[in-house]
């Protein structure tokens, strides 16, 4: 059994990419996002691809009010890359109900609150540029002796992904977590379920940051253990097929403690130590994106040059032994059908600790969204 602690700063080091496409279904691991193999200067991390003629976009006073068939918030969200700017305008996008864009309201605030943080962890010569309009020109100079052109790209591709660019008008403005609480609180009022679990998973770090500090419960910096009427609400969520939405719920019904852990299937099976890959490819057959641009993939490959092709690439190539990969790929693949077919009963949360308990010194850091 391990341990994991769970600080804000995770996503500091992952910078900010976050771009959804279309699911992918139940094929083998393999990319299928045609809008990654554009040519130069952007190589294999193009971008995004335009919308379809006819489309009514162009008569749209507000960049976000695309109308394309199955374009959604998050595409909209990586595509603007400014977050200041969305945050205004997600109002008048009027082709999604009013609690969701109340959800992806909250939850740019919920990231931009990083901004402080963000910049102090990023090269100040980054931060100039930014602040002076230069970033293309710090990305020549950053990649120029680089010879991979995958490892390029990716670089290149995440400078306008980090934090620190997508929310820098937020800079003169702080984002309290009472800010971030609010603005979920009142998607979830409207009914939004991914602000539901999302709240819900800021009670749970409430209530193991306090057992932390107060040393009334041993071991401690634990949750208390899910009731069944949050299992409920969390299982719900799964239901509704959004991947998003998958995500914000398996961050809270995956966590582990010492008391309680999920069990998926009539077997009783422990995700264990490799549950957030596993969710994520859950939610890349929903629609998340899990091909080159996914940010696992272009943080290690802009990182460590471990490039790949896709999530699920990544994964069995740098990331996981053959078997640990079978298993996530496996696991993965049962947990999508049961939330197909809506199977309640497949997710169990037993009264004993699992493979992995995840201890919480802070606030969650917020999902991500590719």
């Not at 960049?63 to 374009?71: D, F, K, Q, W, Y």
């Not at 996008?93 to 931009?112: H, M, N, Q, W």
């Not at 090269?123 to 991979?148: F, Q």
Request: charged share 20%.
């Amino acid at each position: 059994m391990k341990t994991r602690q769970v600080p804000v700063v995770l996503l500091l080091l992952a910078g900010i990419s976050l771009l959804i496409a279309w699911s992918i279904g139940g094929r083998a691991p393999a990319s299928t996002d045609t809008a990654t193999s554009l040519e130069a200067p952007y190589g294999r991390l193009g971008p995004a691809r335009q919308p379809r003629p006819g489309a009514r976009a162009a008569a749209a006073p507000n960049p976000l009010a695309e109308s394309i068939p199955g374009t959604w918030v998050p595409k909209l969200l990586v595509d603007h890359n400014d977050w200041k700017d969305a945050y205004a305008k997600l109002d008048g996008l009027t082709s999604v109900g009013p609690a969701e864009r109340l959800f992806y309201k909250a939850l740019i605030l919920d990231v931009c609150s990083l901004y402080p943080k963000a910049v102090q962890g990023e090269d100040p010569e980054l931060i100039a540029a930014i602040r002076d309009g230069r970033v293309e020109e710090y990305g020549a100079r950053l990649t120029a002796s680089m010879k991979d052109p995958l490892h390029k790209a990716a670089v290149v591709y995440n400078l306008r992904r980090k934090i620190a660019y997508a929310c820098k008008d937020f800079s003169p403005m702080p984002i309290s977590q009472a800010d971030i609480a609010r603005a979920y609180s009142e998607a979830a009022d409207a009914g939004d379920l991914k602000a539901q679990a999302r709240l819900l998973h800021f009670r749970q770090a409430e209530t193991a940051m306090a057992h932390l500090e107060k040393k009334d419960v041993i071991p401690s910096g634990f949750s208390d253990p899910l009731t069944p009427v949050e299992r409920d609400l969390l299982v719900a969520t799964l239901f509704t097929g959004d991947p998003i939405a998958i995500r914000v719920a398996s961050q809270a019904l995956s966590l582990g403690t010492p008391g309680q852990s999920l069990r998926f299937g009539p077997d009783h099976v422990d995700l264990g130590e490799h549950a957030e890959e596993i969710w994520t490819l859950v939610a890349c057959q929903f629609g998340l994106e899990c091909g080159a641009r996914n940010m696992t993939v272009t943080n290690e490959c802009a990182r460590l040059g471990q490039c790949a092709d896709d999530f699920a690439g990544y994964l069995s190539r740098y990331a996981m032994s053959p078997a640990e990969f079978a298993f996530a790929w496996r696991t993965s693949q049962a947990i999508a059908e049961a939330i197909r077919t809506r199977n309640d009963a497949a997710f169990q949360l037993v009264a004993k600790p699992g493979g992995l308990i995840t201890s919480l010194g802070s606030y969650p850091p917020p999902v991500a969204i590719r």
